[in-house]
C-alpha cells in the first residue's frame, strides 16, 4: 500500500499497487510522482520502487475504473497525479452570496452619507408628490463615495483571484478556480481578468438597456446547471472551479 502525492499538491491514499499502476497507465500519475510506502515517512520516486520500477515484477492491471472523488464533473487530470473535486452547486451559490453581501456592505457609507444630503436638502416623499424638482447635486459626494467602496471591494476579489484562485467567498466555502484544461493555477488573466472583469464589465454595459443587463446575469447563472457545472464566464475563461 502506498500513499502519493498528486498534481495538485495533495496527498491520496493509502492505495493499492494495482490501482497506482492503473493511475500510471491512464496518465493520472507517473514515475516521477512522489510516494511512501505505508508504515514509512521516506517520500521517494514511484520509479525507486520496484513495484513500479522499469522491468519491474509484472502486475496484471484490470480496465481502470477511476475512484468515486473523480466522478461527477471533477476538474482534468493532470499528468502528475489524481484529479481534485469539483466544487458542488450549493457552495458555489453560497460564495456567490458571501460576494454579494460583500459589495453591499461596501457601498454602505456613501448611501448612508446620500441619505444625510437628502435630509438636509429637505427631500421628502410628500415634496416629490407635489411635483417638486428637488436638487441631487448634493448628493456627488455619497454617489463617489459608493462607487468607491464597491470599486476597493472589487479590487480585493481581483487580488484573491490572481494570487489564490479565490474570491472572498471562495475563500469561506472552501473552493478554488483553476484552468479547466490542465487544472493548474488560473492566476491573473484567466481567474481575474476574463473571468472577473470582464463579465462585470458586460454587465454594466448591457444594464444600459433595461431588462438586458439581468438576462445575461440569468443565463450565465443556469450554466452552473449543465453536465459541467462550469458557469458562462467559465466557459469564456477556460476555467472550472474545484474543492480547495
Not at 497507465?25 to 520516486?45: F, I, P, V
Not at 499528468?79 to 460564495?95: E, F, K, T, Y
Not at 436638487?135 to 464597491?150: E, T
Not at 473552493?175 to 458586460?202: E, I, N, Y
Request: proline share 7%; with cysteine.
Amino acid at each position: 500500500m502506498f500513499t502519493i502525492i498528486g498534481g495538485d499538491g495533495k496527498e491520496y491514499g493509502p492505495v493499492t499497487v494495482e490501482q497506482i499502476r492503473g493511475w500510471i497507465a491512464a496518465g493520472r500519475a507517473n514515475l516521477q510522482t512522489k510516494a511512501k510506502a505505508l508504515g514509512s515517512d521516506e517520500w521517494r520516486a514511484l520509479a525507486d520502487y520496484a513495484e513500479f520500477a522499469p522491468g519491474g515484477p509484472p502486475v496484471i492491471t484490470p480496465t481502470f475504473v477511476p475512484p468515486p472523488a473523480f466522478i461527477g464533473g471533477d476538474a482534468p487530470a493532470t499528468a502528475a497525479g489524481p484529479q481534485v473535486a469539483a466544487g458542488s452547486v450549493g457552495a458555489r451559490i453560497g460564495a456567490a452570496f458571501i460576494n454579494a453581501v460583500l459589495y453591499f456592505v461596501s457601498m454602505i457609507p456613501g448611501s448612508m452619507l446620500m441619505s444625510a444630503q437628502l435630509l438636509r436638502s429637505g427631500i421628502t416623499a410628500e415634496s416629490l408628490l407635489r411635483g417638486e424638482r428637488p436638487d441631487l447635486s448634493a448628493l456627488g459626494p455619497g454617489v463617489a463615495l459608493a462607487w468607491a467602496g464597491l470599486l476597493v471591494a472589487m479590487s480585493l476579489q481581483v487580488l484573491l483571484l490572481s494570487l489564490r484562485g479565490q474570491n472572498l467567498g471562495k475563500l469561506i466555502v472552501g473552493l478554488r478556480v483553476v484552468r479547466a484544461s490542465d487544472g493548474a493555477p488560473a492566476g491573473f488573466v484567466h481567474a481575474a481578468l476574463l473571468r472577473f472583469v470582464l463579465p462585470v464589465a458586460l454587465l454594466f454595459l448591457l444594464n444600459l438597456l433595461p431588462g438586458l443587463g439581468f438576462l445575461f446575469f440569468l443565463v450565465d447563472f443556469c450554466f452552473i446547471f449543465g453536465e459541467q457545472h462550469r458557469c458562462l464566464h467559465d466557459l469564456i475563461a477556460g476555467t472550472r472551479v474545484v474543492k480547495a
